[in-house]
């Protein structure tokens, strides 16, 4: 499968690398509005092809898909125009900002036999598997406590009075979109959707939100969440059972887990790993779907970005969100 990227930071570098550990995966070429930071990005990264007009991308019938992680303000219209160009897509989190708009995407890669994935790693972590089915040996679980709180490298920019995008609402994220969505769709993957959501927002000078705090409740336990980016959390995140207890390094990866015992006991599950392993886990999964595989795991993928994103949408609103 021959995969386009859109955006040049990180993460696509990310995707690129992780790519290489999948089979039958080929990153056919790159796209940067600017031709000079494609022809760079795409020189850097030893993908023999690059494009500066969106367009012209599209067109070249060579491309089965898309990998697109640019600013999350404009996901909604690139992955429209991919679909409508007939190209498979996979779209960083949060793929979309409304469920209208999630609606429209998948209505369209359904009536063109489509794959369109959310890129959420966290559900196609090995480690997702091992926390569920540790679960059952800490016994009745009635809290539990999810935190994504990472120190922004782009901070100490805003402080200095800059506007980069992850501290600009224009932007359509902040913490809640960066951070907290992850934590959402762990809480979904773990204990499904909760029956009542309670929310609060902490907001920069600029409009984006800083930090947060959800509470999922369920008509058996109630689960705290956390996210931050002017701080770093530290301790991660815990699953507290009658019996022990669950705790996850990284949410965002699902590594770095250990099971505690009443006794005192620890036992290690999934230790931390290369994110770049983590992450072609989920490249696996998209071209298994491309290929027509696992059809009730996709179809359960597609759930839960409705779900993750109905719930962001009505934070957003609840907190007075500029978008």
């Known amino acids: 499968m021959r995969i386009a990227t859109i955006g040049t930071s990180w993460i696509t570098e990310s995707f690129i690398d992780s790519s290489k550990y999948v089979d039958d995966i080929d990153i056919y070429a790159v796209y940067s509005r600017s031709e000079e930071k494609s022809n760079a990005f795409a020189q850097k990264n030893n993908v023999s092809r690059y ?8 067109g070249d019938e060579n491309i089965d898909a898309v990998y697109i992680a640019s600013p ?6 690139q992955a429209k125009m991919c679909l409508l160009a007939g190209k498979h897509v996979i779209c960083e989190k949060p793929m979309v900002v409304t469920a209208k708009e999630l609606e429209e995407l998948y209505s369209i890669a359904d009536s063109r036999n489509l794959i369109l994935l959310e890129a959420m790693k966290s559900m196609h972590s090995d480690g997702l598997a091992v926390i569920k089915n540790a679960l059952a040996d800490i016994g009745e679980i009635r809290t539990a406590q999810i935190d994504f709180s990472q120190h922004s490298s782009k901070y100490a920019a805003y402080k200095r009075g800059e506007n980069p995008n992850i501290f600009n609402p224009e932007m359509c994220t ?34 984006s939100d800083c930090t947060g705090t959800l509470i999922f409740i369920y008509n058996d336990k109630t689960v705290t969440i956390t996210y931050s ?22 949410v965002s990866k699902l590594t770095g887990i250990k099971r505690y015992y009443n006794d005192g006991t620890t036992e290690e599950l999934y230790p931390v790993i ?4 983590v992450m072609s886990k989920e490249i696996e999964a998209f071209r298994d779907f491309v290929n027509g595989k696992n059809k009730d795991y996709y179809d359960y993928c597609r759930k839960t970005a409705f779900d993750s994103c109905r719930i962001i949408e009505n ?6 969100f500029s978008f």
């Open 174 to 207: 902040g913490a809640l979109m960066d951070l907290g969505v992850y934590c959402v769709y762990f809480a979904l993957e773990i204990f499904g959707e909760p029956e009542n959501v309670i929310s609060h927002s902490d907001f920069l000078e600029s409009g």
């Open 229 to 250: 980016k002017t701080a770093n959390g530290f301790l991660g995140s815990r699953i507290l059972g009658e019996n022990g207890a669950i705790t996850i390094n990284s």
């Open 315 to 320: 934070i957003r609103k609840e907190n007075n």
């Open 274 to 277: 290369d994110e770049n392993i």
């Open 51 to 58: 494009y500066f007009s969106l367009d012209e991308m599209l």
């Open 72 to 77: 999350n303000s404009k996901h909604f219209e």
